[in-house]
């Protein structure tokens, strides 16, 4: 999570807006530090904007558009999360960004893999920050599919 707050409060700081879902792990780290980088983010949610995913993230979720961020969702008002719209979230947000910045993204089921690799269709720049071997980072790295970007300042500069 440190990572991820680094990498976004760079971002933030140079004038990105961090995208990202209120998910557990890095993603509301991510959110927390452009918000207290007083710079706006963009929520993307796997449900109905009338709640937030995961639950307990319901302050986070308030506080995005009360520091000029705004929240979106495919969802209407009342719809659960499920696999399904976690997995069209991830597309919806890779399509929304310039770039895709991994930190820590383990395999092919989890999210941010999901948009890593919607980026990569879009062919926007996909960096990846991978210090696990045995990650999903890894194997697109493997693949040439991402830039390995191990600090903030070099992310800035490839953006």
């Known amino acids: 999570m440190t990572r991820a707050r680094a990498f976004a409060t760079a971002v933030a700081e140079a004038g990105h807006t961090v995208t990202a879902t209120l998910a557990y792990g890095i993603d509301s780290p991510a959110q927390l530090a452009a918000i207290q980088a007083g710079r706006a983010t963009l929520a993307v ?13 319901a302050h986070l979720l308030s506080s995005i558009p009360a520091s000029s961020g705004s929240v979106v969702s495919l ?46 269709c879009l062919n926007w720049l996909l960096l990846a920050d ?30």
């Open 45 to 57: 949610l796997p449900r109905g904007l009338d709640r937030a995913h995961p639950y307990n993230h």
């Open 75 to 120: 969802c209407r008002p009342g719809t659960p999360a499920s696999s399904t719209m976690l997995k069209a979230s991830a597309t919806l947000l890779a399509a929304l960004v310039r770039a895709v910045i991994l930190i820590e993204a383990r395999d092919h089921a989890d999210a941010a893999m999901h948009a890593a690799e919607a980026a990569a």
């Open 130 to 159: 991978s210090r696990d071997r045995l990650s999903g980072s890894t194997r697109l790295l493997a693949e040439q599919r991402a830039v390995l970007c191990p600090d903030p300042a070099q992310a800035l500069a490839l953006l």
